[in-house]
Nanobody, 119 residues
């Protein structure tokens, strides 16, 4: 069974920084795409940043230049460094991954971590 566990959320003032981490555990043969999504109350979940196993990275326009996604394949972790945080970044952040468990590929999600940016 595969699990994704996020950590690093919290409360920060505008202009501050937070670093989110997501660790994958369980029966993992290979991990393809890793990504961070976020969802604010009343809004749809949106893609924040995505990184593939070969390196190509995509960012939402709203976070370009402020957020950096990285992955450590030896530890099955993915991080999201968030700098220059704005109140509009307030949301629950979810990590996601496409993982091969030895039988099939599947899309997995973490439980979410709250990020609150005060003005």
């Amino acid at each position: 069974q595969v699990q994704l566990v996020e950590s690093g959320g919290g409360l920060v003032q505008a202009g501050g920084s937070l670093r989110l981490s997501c660790a994958a555990s369980g029966t993992i043969f290979s991990i393809n795409t890793r990504a961070w999504y976020r969802q604010s109350p009343g809004k749809q979940r949106e893609l924040v940043a995505q990184i593939t196993s070969r390196g190509p990275i995509n960012y939402a326009d709203s976070v370009k230049g402020r957020f950096t996604i990285s992955r450590d394949n030896t530890k099955n972790t993915v991080n999201l460094q968030m700098d220059g945080l704005k109140p509009e970044d307030t949301a629950v952040y979810y990590c996601a991954a496409r993982i091969y468990n030895g039988t099939m590929w599947g899309d997995y999600w973490g439980q979410g971590t709250q990020v609150t940016v005060s003005s």
